[in-house]
Nanobody, 115 residues
């Protein structure tokens, strides 16, 4: 059974940083494409960052240059380093792993950026 557990969310002020973690069990991260998505109230879920099994990355336009996705294969954990946070980054952040034909999601972690 695949399980993804996100952590690291919280309340921060604009300009501060957070690091999200996604710990996986039941699946080997390094063999699959994985990523972070977010959903703000009243909005659709959107891609934040994608990390392919080959190590390529892709970022949403609004986070390029501020966010970095990485993984620790030994710990089977995906990370999202978020710097220079803005109020518009406020959302629930979800971890996703694609293991064709299956698509797995974590429960989400809330990130709130407010002064």
């Amino acid at each position: 059974q695949v399980q993804l557990v996100e952590s690291g969310g919280g309340l921060v002020q604009p300009g501060e940083s957070l690091r999200l973690s996604c710990a996986a069990s039941g699946i080997i991260f390094s063999r699959n494409d994985m990523g972070w998505y977010r959903q703000a109230p009243g909005s659709q879920r959107e891609l934040v960052a994608l990390l392919t099994s080959g190590g390529n990355t892709n970022y949403g336009d609004s986070v390029k240059g501020r966010f970095t996705v990485s993984r620790d294969n030994a710990e089977n954990t995906l990370y999202l380093q978020m710097n220079s946070l803005k109020p518009e980054d406020t959302a629930v952040y979800y971890c996703n792993v694609v293991s064709f034909p299956n698509d797995y999601w974590g429960q989400g972690t809330q990130v709130t950026v407010s002064s």
